[in-house]
């Protein structure tokens, strides 16, 4: 016989908060809430890492509310939730507040750019028990005294992988830095890269990780016959009929990764290319572009794309076949990471399939060959075949940077700020990756909005200043 599932009434929870969640009519714990909420209890630091709506906000909401001191009437701060969004934080302090319904004289409060001033000194002066804020917000209140740390017992980074690539980094690290050491620390996060590795190194003690993804899927590897001749429209075909979010298209030589984005770019498709005659700026542009979502398909060379990362992508393109083995690997080994199914296509000549079958049986992997999908029929002859790929993102760049003393939350408050205060207004749920360099910046838009965003930074002053700015 199977064992009888996990309830939240098995959980190490006080009665309130059993209460609360059988209120909302909870039963069964989801397996992010089942690994982590005994971990928190206990006091431990925790590296969860879960997708988007596996209900990580109880994960870790739970215990924090428990490990609030039961005399209620001390008013101290003793946790703090940074997100990355004012959306997301307003998300979380809605589930904390429904969650501790059942402890009465609990006080959270939400802390971000954008909200009344006033009104937030003067709940931090009369006291709160949980912030949830965004970073340069809740810095501001720290620097300026109005919220103080002494007493903080747990602090959560909810999507900090969100964080870092909204560039918040060095004020979440400022934060962090001003905190008791003895504080409980915990990390969310969708992705793992290296840069959280770091974070969490510098600033967890012997964490537990807890990582909760569906299962791996392999890489579906596939080798379509295209004769050099017809290459290129063999790529169009491929790219039409699958649609990828995100692609990295590999040539062997820097004339066909030329050659290659040139055709993609005239026929409508969002790419840009990678290889070694780029100066420095196009190549930083490019791969900001990469990184933020702004470019669906990059074209590059094995050498100039050594170190790209990129979390999600859905498929590698070979181009041009490489001619050994482990460059296979490294170029395909790019694509099915994170749970989710990657597809690794090569286009390769009737004299290159013994190649293939080579590369194959020396990996030991299966390459299936397959004919090639249909061509897509020019958009321009038939409007109602699907559009070219287009980037849902579009990038800007701000001629300011560290120098200049920009932070990533000046451009989200200039482009997501109340009119009525100097700001656009606009969501920032279309706000993508924010980058801060030295001298200058950038940041990612929804495509939608991309006019109103950049003629929105032109006009208006960011930290008391204007910048040159333009789209990239």
């Known amino acids: 016989m199977s064992e009888p599932a996990l309830t939240f009434a098995d959980l190490p929870l006080n009665a309130a908060l059993k209460a609360a969640v059988g209120a909302m009519g909870l039963v069964t714990p989801t397996p992010i809430q089942a690994q982590c909420i005994p971990i928190l209890v206990e006091g431990r630091d925790l590296l969860g890492q879960s997708q988007t709506g596996s209900g990580k906000t109880f994960a870790y909401g739970l215990p924090l509310l ?11 701060l003793q946790a703090l939730v940074l997100c990355p969004t004012r959306e997301l934080a307003s998300q979380v302090t809605g589930e904390l507040r429904k969650a501790a319904k059942g402890m009465a004289g609990v006080r959270i409060l939400e802390v971000c750019g954008g909200q009344q001033g006033w009104s937030q000194r003067q709940s931090l002066e009369q006291g709160v028990h949980i912030v949830v804020g965004t970073p340069g917000r809740c810095l501001d ?38 905190l008791p050491d003895a504080r409980q620390t915990v990390f969310f996060s969708a992705t793992f890269p290296t840069s959280m590795a770091a974070m969490s190194a510098e600033w967890q003690r012997d964490p537990e990780r807890v ?10 590897h596939v080798a379509h016959l295209a004769e050099a001749a017809v290459r290129l429209e063999a790529l169009l075909s491929v790219l039409t009929a699958h649609q990828p979010a995100s692609a990295i298209v590999f040539g062997n030589f820097k004339e066909s990764v030329k050659q290659v984005t040139a055709s993609l770019t005239a026929a409508g498709f969002s790419a840009g290319e990678l290889h070694g005659d780029l100066e420095q700026i196009d190549r930083d542009r490019v791969m900001a572009r990469l990184r933020n979502g702004s470019v669906r398909v990059l074209v590059a060379t094995d050498v100039a794309a ?24 490294h170029r395909t080994g790019r694509t099915g990471r994170a749970g989710k199914p990657g597809l690794a296509i090569s286009l390769v000549s009737s004299r290159e399939l013994e190649r293939v079958q080579r590369i ?20 321009w002859e038939k409007p109602e075949v699907a559009a070219p790929q287009l980037a849902s993102m579009k990038t800007i760049f701000i001629g ?41 910046a950038y940041v990612a838009v929804a495509d939608k909005i991309a006019k109103v965003a950049l003629a929105a930074l032109q006009t208006c002053k960011i930290k008391g200043q204007r910048f040159k700015v333009e789209p990239v």
């Open 66 to 76: 428990q490990s609030l001191n039961p005399d209620l009437r001390d008013r101290s």
């Open 141 to 178: 209140m720290f620097e300026r005294g109005l919220m103080r740390p002494d007493q903080l017992r747990m602090v959560v980074l909810d999507e900090a992988d969100r964080m870092l690539d909204l560039g918040f980094q060095e004020q979440v690290e400022s934060i962090l830095e001003g």
């Open 211 to 220: 990582i909760v993804e569906g299962e791996a899927l392999e890489i579906r």
């Open 306 to 329: 050594r170190g790209i990362d990129v979390a999600g992508l859905d498929l590698v393109v070979n181009y041009e076949l490489p001619q050994k083995a482990d460059a296979y690997v």
């Open 360 to 379: 194959a049986a020396e990996l030991g992997l299966r390459i299936a060959t397959a004919p090639l999908p249909p061509p897509p029929a020019p958009t």
């Open 400 to 440: 300011g940077g560290r120098k200049d003393k920009l932070r990533p939350g000046d451009i989200l408050g200039a482009l997501t700020g109340p009119v009525a205060t100097g700001g656009a207004g606009l969501s920032g749920t279309d706000i993508g990756k924010i980058e801060i360099h030295d001298r200058f």
